[in-house]
């Protein structure tokens, strides 16, 4: 099939406007996951009984269940049984947040067991609030440390967006599957969409990479 470049530019507004979406959903995403991921990190280390055993066993099944069918029962399943309907949108955003959490909880639990012991010895001997110890002396310097690896995650994430397809959100694989039914050619849609992914992840990755580096200097 001939490249028709007409095609390939009267389909770049719509997939623009799907590609806001899939950023919406990244930083949304990225935003949940990273608050709920020192959540996990935080009550599996203070090992209370029963929720953090149960907090490990969430984090483990999340982690060996593909993103597509978690996505799948939150919005199919979900509403029949507890009465929760949410939209497309908002059931991506709260199943990439929640699926990427219990990835980011073990970066989190990497870098606050990379803390040296003599910062957590300083804070007993000096009788620092908990709250404190860990406000400001523990997650201040962890936090820095794990950048690199959240980034790399957000990354993902991004890429991963298109998987909502299948619950009808309009991302930018939505869109050029739009144009694709609307013009009868797919090639040239697709392929602007992978490109719109490529611009956005390739400099990202770049970025990602000086902060690996900035992260080694600590």
């Not at 990273?34 to 280390?45: C, E, K, S, T």
């Not at 929720?51 to 029962?73: A, G, K, N």
């Not at 936090?143 to 397809?165: D, H, Q």
């Amino acid at each position: 099939m001939d490249w028709d470049w007409n095609n390939a530019v009267d389909s770049i507004p719509l997939l623009l406007k799907g590609l806001v979406v899939t950023l919406e959903l990244t930083l949304l995403g990225s935003l949940v996951a990273y608050v709920l991921g020192v959540v996990f990190a935080l009550v599996r280390r203070a090992g209370i009984p029963v929720v953090s055993q149960l907090v490990y066993l969430f984090v483990e099944f999340v982690r060996s269940t593909p993103l597509l069918i978690q996505v799948f029962v939150l919005y199919y399943l979900l509403p029949p049984t507890t009465g929760i309907k949410m939209s497309a949108f908002v059931t991506g955003v709260v199943a990439l947040g929640v699926h990427y959490a219990c990835y980011t909880a073990e970066v989190y639990r990497a870098g606050i067991e990379a803390v040296p012991k003599g910062q957590w010895e300083a804070a007993t001997a000096l009788s620092l609030p908990r709250r404190r110890v860990w406000t400001g002396i523990i997650l201040p310097q962890a936090v820095p440390r794990v950048l690199p690896a959240l980034g790399n995650y957000t990354i993902s994430m991004f890429k991963e967006t298109p998987l909502l397809l299948a619950i009808g959100v309009v991302d930018v694989l939505s869109s050029a599957k739009a144009v694709g039914a609307e013009t009868f050619r797919v090639v040239e849609p697709y392929t602007m969409a992978g490109i719109l992914f490529l611009l956005i992840s390739f400099p990202a990755s770049i970025a990602v990479r000086r902060l690996e580096r900035r992260a080694g200097q600590l």
